[in-house]
């Protein structure tokens, strides 16, 4: 990890962290209805210090204040887990002084930690975040342990292409190619104690990925060199994880910029088995967005945000609702009817749209074609949640 990483909060984190706390207070606001006591659980497995240098929240104090915005109706019981002994410290300092010294902070790497926070868990309900610079727990892990849980569970986790990217490139490095052309030479240039540490960080970082990814598989993948390979090695881990869980998975995925309508700096995955989880994590993220561009538009500043590159950008929701009402009208065209609005979000949305528009331009879309065939086709008394 870099060594600012945690010096000042930079657009994508905030994105990341806007989003959590907006699907956090959903989801504790759902499942404390029925759980035990209001009690929720939540796992942040790469908690960090819990605040920046500029003392910015990070994900720890975000969730930790849905805790406490949520406390007289649900008691929502965090296990932060820091690896680093510092960050740990800092942590535990941040939460006592924010009035969170009852959230446990585990002084452990995830996979250690996940099998005894699971059994004091219980059967609460419970969220797992898994935001790690790099790569998050074993694919044995997430699915034999953690959603292999009867109980209510869904897993946030942070995918970088980058980072899957970057561990590839060790199949074929360029000092493992001119070894095999001539070892003796790469030997004479190195060392032999230099190529042996190459060769052994090669062979961890390669089951590093394997371990995550839950085997070998893709590197039949990059071997193929598709341009898509990346895109193609995410959508088949998805694939994986759902498959080894069990039936009932969806996901969500939704990319991270660092940039309105920019690149993907990484993304973010929701798995969940509820039927409306996909629905309501839309939604929050479409609302993070929205609270992001308001908060930056109206109170523009020297820190680096989402939209510094354009003061001047409109507000994006009269092309959402325009481009769903096309949306619509093309579904109905084609003759579909009767459908449950929370279980075609594709339909409606669109690829381009997913996770930046939300319920509210939803409901103004249909409202408006409903008003637009109530005046033009005489139809009255349509149900615009179907």
Known sequence: MPEDFFHQKRPPAEVKHAILGEYLSVFVGKVGSSSVGGRVAYVDGFAGPGVYDDEAPGSPLVAANVGTLLSRSRQLRGFLVEEKAAHAQALREALTGAGHDDWEVWEQRAEDALP?????????????????????????????????????????????QTGIARLAGLLEPEWLREARQDRQAVVRARGEAELARLEAARRGGLQYLDDFLGGGWWRQLVADAQPSWKEDVRNEYIRRVAEAAGPGWRHFLTPVPDRWEGPARYELILFTRHAHGRWAFNNATAQAFRRLYERHW??????????????????PRPDFIAKIKGNVTDALAEGRTGFQVANHLDLLLGEELLGRAGASEIRQALQQLHAWLEQNVGVRGADSGS
């Open 298 to 315: 109206t109170q523009p500043g020297a820190m680096p945000t989402l939209f510094s590159e354009g003061q001047g950008i409109p507000d």
């Open 116 to 160: 005894g926070i699971l059994e004091q868990v219980g059967s609460d309900p419970l969220l797992v975040f898994l935001d790690p610079h790099g790569l998050a727990v074993p694919f044995d892990m997430l699915v034999r342990r953690v959603m292999a849980r009867s109980e209510i569970t869904e897993v946030l986790l942070y995918f970088t």
